[in-house]
């Protein structure tokens, strides 16, 4: 559910206000068709999943049926992430949704009220989707820990708890941070032209932008902390352990936590940028039924994380793609010539296929070398290794490169397989970032028997981040050359979107009627220079026809050499 909330949210950033019909022109408008739209859309698909999972329980009660129903778990969870991104697109591309909350309910006034409403139905759906799902997951969970569930650490989560986790941990992680960066965005619609007005620095709402988000991305594990529900690892043989494992290491933290969960969530994770809070969290289930060798393993693959900077990465593979597609997106308009329309159909098809495919390429090659370093972290010594492995066996000081404890490996893999089952998942159930758990197991083991798995994998690994690295580099130069006119005084900017800001006064041209829709030009003129030669730059928003409005004001004013304001008011009075 995190990643279709981004996904929805970065669309929604790249959706102007003034697009209220969808480049598809919207096949169903009106009050009543659109309303009914959404209702039937959003209910249909808990209606659809409830039959699919009524399906698994069926098929769970027949003896030997937890595989197969942990697997059709797993693929209806991945089958409603599809629904709700396909809901989404219907509600934005092919209904009057957008119309009806930005101009009919008068929300598009409003900064982050119309973004919110129009992201309603999806979580709507989807807490519907969790109503019905609940039933077959308690189940999975009792089944998987052998009817345990009641008598071992603590009872399988209520109704109420599964929910409050759920919306805790896939709706708040992902709408608390992306609506504050929403806020500002918005913000700097509606001020963005007064600061520039006041400052004469072209690009300080961009900035502002910019250390909002960074703002946001580096404090959000003190959010995290308590959106998720934490409270500190009390005194113990394990914290001990475990605080002696960071030393090992050279981890830097700011405190051990115990993510409350139910006892539902077996799972440990380590957030946090800079080591000041920088937090390790173990899960109440974690606890509650591995061992502390096995908790060990699952935290030194977190730890691993931290170690190999993957968390930069993810930060230089974000920014590249944003510079990706923004620079797409304009050599499709500016110099193909494309409506705005189709413009923002192709970056948002970008950014899903960006993300989609190569940051889960890359994100399962991190966990993949996250879990050698679990392995690490419960390496044996030569009288407890019991199994013949390429670091403890007779000769294998003369082995050249790095190598793994078989033992060890083993641990990791024990671990994972306890994980699957306590989350009531199927081992063989692929994942998007992480791979399925029985292919995890098997790398591990293979690295520990064949030293030259590991070496390959490690070089793949380095040549990924050297790629990041220099793909970022090379895309953050290309970027500062193709902007950096346009973000001088007197300079435009590249796209005439509805709602930049801009300087100096503008002028409302009444045109003609196209299409059985008054359109309404607003043309800007950027700030007069005091000394040498006068410039003037034209944008156009209008309700429904901005593209012709701007094509016009583009060909009629600029192409007619006007350069001065008194200029440009004759030659629109004088054209009509």
């Known amino acids: 559910m995190q990643i279709v909330l981004i996904v929805i949210f970065a669309s929604l950033l790249s959706l102007p206000k003034s697009n209220l019909l969808g480049p598809f022109g919207g096949a169903v408008n009106g009050l009543t068709a659109t309303l009914g739209v959404v209702l039937g859309a959003t209910l249909l698909i808990p209606a659809v999943t409830g039959l699919v999972c009524w399906v698994c329980l069926r098929r769970l009660r027949k003896p030997g049926g937890f ?8 693929r209806i969870h991945l089958g409603v992430r599809i629904a709700l991104l396909g809901l989404f697109g219907l509600l934005v591309f092919e209904t009057g949704w957008v119309k009806l909350v930005r101009v009919g309910w008068h929300l598009g006034r409003y900064p982050l009220i119309d973004e919110l409403v129009l992201v309603g139905p999806v979580l709507l759906a989807a807490v519907l989707c969790w ?85 946001v991305f580096v404090f959000s594990p003190v959010m995290l902390r308590h959106l998720w529900k934490t409270q500190k690892l009390p005194a113990s ?28 969530m077996v799972n440990a994770a380590v957030m946090g940028l ?27 693959h977190e730890a691993g994380h931290v170690k190999e900077r993957h968390i930069t990465y993810y930060m230089l593979f974000a920014i590249a793609s944003m510079i990706a597609v923004g620079l797409a997106g304009e050599w499709l308009e500016r110099e193909l010539g494309q409506s705005e329309d189709v413009t923002n159909v192709a970056v948002m098809g970008m ?60 641990v990791f893999a024990s671990a994972l397989e306890a994980v699957a089952m306590l989350n009531g998942i199927s081992k063989y159930a692929r994942s998007w970032r992480h791979s399925s758990i029985a292919s995890r197991q098997a790398f591990v083991r293979q690295a520990a028997f064949y030293p030259e798995i590991l070496r390959r994998f490690e070089g793949t690994v380095s040549r990924i981040k050297l790629g990041l690295l220099a793909v970022t580099l090379s895309l953050a130069i290309v970027s500062a050359w193709f902007y950096w006119p346009m973000l001088q005084p007197g300079g435009q900017h590249l796209r005439s979107r509805e709602g930049q800001y801009r300087q100096g006064p503008a002028y409302r041209v009444e045109g003609r009627r196209m299409g059985g829709t008054t359109t309404t030009a607003t043309a800007a003129t950027a700030r007069l220079a005091t000394k040498g030669t ?8 209008t309700n429904d026809q901005e593209p012709l409005a701007a094509r016009w004001l583009n060909t009629h004013i600029r192409g007619n050499g006007c350069t001065t304001q008194a200029a440009v008011g004759r030659h629109i009075r004088g054209n009509g």
């Open 67 to 74: 595989s197969y129903a942990a697997m059709l778990f797993g």
């Open 131 to 215: 109503l019905v799902m609940y039933p077959t997951d308690r189940a999975l969970r009792v089944s998987a820990s052998g009817g345990l569930g009641e008598a071992i650490g603590q009872p399988v989560w209520t109704l109420g708890q599964y929910l409050d986790f759920q919306i805790r941990y896939q709706v708040l992680t992902v709408l608390v941070p992306m609506s504050l960066f929403i806020l500002a965005s918005d913000l700097m619609s509606l001020y963005g032209r007064p600061l520039v007005a006041a400052t004469g620095v072209v690009w300080l709402p961009e900035l502002l932008q910019a250390v909002v988000a960074g703002t």
């Open 237 to 264: 043989a394990l914290r001990s352990r475990l605080e002696a494992t960071c030393r090992r290491l050279g981890l830097r933290y700011r405190e051990i936590l115990v993510w409350q969960s139910h006892g539902a």
């Open 274 to 300: 800079l080591p000041q809070i920088r937090y390790i969290l173990l899960s109440d289930g974690l606890l509650d039924h591995l061992s502390e060798e096995q908790v060990e393993s699952v935290f030194g």
């Open 351 to 410: 950014v899903v296929a960006i993300w989609g495919i190569g940051f889960g390429w890359i994100s399962r090659r991190f966990e993949r070398q996250a879990d050698l370093h679990g392995v690490r972290c419960v390496q044996k010594d030569p009288l407890a290794c019991t199994q013949p492995c390429w670091v403890h066996s007779p000769g294998a000081a003369e082995t050249a490169g790095e190598r793994l404890c078989a033992t060890a490996a083993g």
């Open 534 to 541: 006068k410039t003037a730059t034209a944008t156009a928003t």
